[in-house]
């Protein structure tokens, strides 16, 4: 019982982890994309 409890909690970090690195990935790509538009307008 507690080895299951143990495995989603894991799996939980898991899952936090990977949506903190895509979270990351995309405010990188936002900034690029806007300093790509702000280049094209000027």
Do not use: P, W, Y
């Amino acid at each position: 019982m507690s080895r299951i409890r143990f495995r989603c909690r894991h799996t939980l970090n898991n899952i936090a982890g990977i949506a903190q690195l895509v979270e990351h990935d995309l405010a990188k790509v936002g900034v690029a994309s806007s300093n790509l538009v702000s280049r094209s307008i000027f």
